[in-house]
């Protein structure tokens, strides 16, 4: 195991180097950055939850989509 990292070059968790998981991981920063307001309404009109309850998940997606978004444009995976 200490051989492979030290082939790769760190202990990185996520293997940024590959394509497709660049594109995995702007694409889902995007879809939680932007879906994180959609959510709310979709919990408060067609779920029935409580407005408090999916204001909250809402507001937890949202940050979850900008703090990828911002470990992606550390790691200048986003430039």
């Known amino acids: 195991m200490s051989e492979e990292k ?3 070059g760190g202990s990185s ?3 940024l180097s590959s394509k497709y998981w660049k594109a995995f991981l702007v694409v889902l920063a995007a879809i939680l950055t932007f879906g994180g307001p959609y959510a709310v309404y979709v919990l408060v009109n067609m779920l029935e939850l409580s407005y408090v309850v999916s204001v909250t998940a ?3 997606l949202f ?3 900008l ?3 911002w470990y992606l444009i ?3 995976v986003i430039s």
Request: proline share 0%; aromatic share 6%; hydrophobic share 45%.
């Open 63 to 65: 940050a979850a989509g």
């Open 67 to 69: 703090i990828l978004i």
């Open 58 to 60: 809402g507001f937890v």
């Open 6 to 8: 030290q082939k790769t």
């Open 13 to 15: 968790r996520l293997d």
């Open 74 to 76: 550390r790691k200048k």
